[in-house]
C-alpha cells in the first residue's frame, strides 16, 4: 500500500490531481476552439481531410456537437481530478468518485495511449513525438492521482465501519 507523502498514509499527494485538471483543461479548451469554428480533431493535432469531416457529419453527428461535447468531457475530466483533492470532493461518495476515476482511465488512458504510441512509433493517425510526450504526462499524472486518491480515503471508509 501507497503511505502517500513522507511516510504518513493519510497524506495525499497533490499535485498529480492539478497536473491532471490542467491537461483535462487544456483539452477541453482545444475542443472549444474548434467546436466554435466547426472544425475536427485537435490544435497542433493532425489536420483531419475534409473527405473524413464530411463523412463523420454525414454518418456520426454535427461536428460542432461532437466537439462541445468533448470540451464537456474534459470539464468533467478536470472537476474529477479536482474532487480527488479537495474538501468539497470528499463530501461524495467514494465509490463514485472511484468509478469516475476508472472510467478516466479507460476512456483518457486509451486515448493517451494511442497519441503515444503514434507519436513514438506511428500508427497512420499523425500524432507527433511531442503530442507522445503530452500523452505520457496524462497517463502518468491520471495513474498517480487514482493512486494517490485510493490509499487517502482508504482509512476513511474504514473509520466509518468502525463503532464509536
Known sequence: MSTGTLGNPTTQRRWPAYVMAVLSLGYALGKAVYAAQGRMGFPTGPVVSPEEHERYAREVMDVS????????????????????????????????????LAGMVLGVGAGAAVVV???????GVGWRWFHGVVGL???GALVLTTHSYVPSTDSRRRGARQPQ
Open 65 to 100: 456537437l461532437s466537439q462541445w461535447l468533448g470540451c464537456a468531457t474534459g470539464v468533467l475530466g478536470a472537476a474529477i481530478s479536482m474532487a480527488t483533492i479537495t474538501r468539497a470532493g470528499r463530501l461524495l461518495p467514494r465509490t463514485l468518485v472511484l468509478v469516475a
Open 117 to 123: 504510441v503514434d507519436g513514438f512509433v506511428g500508427i
Open 137 to 139: 504526462a496524462t497517463l
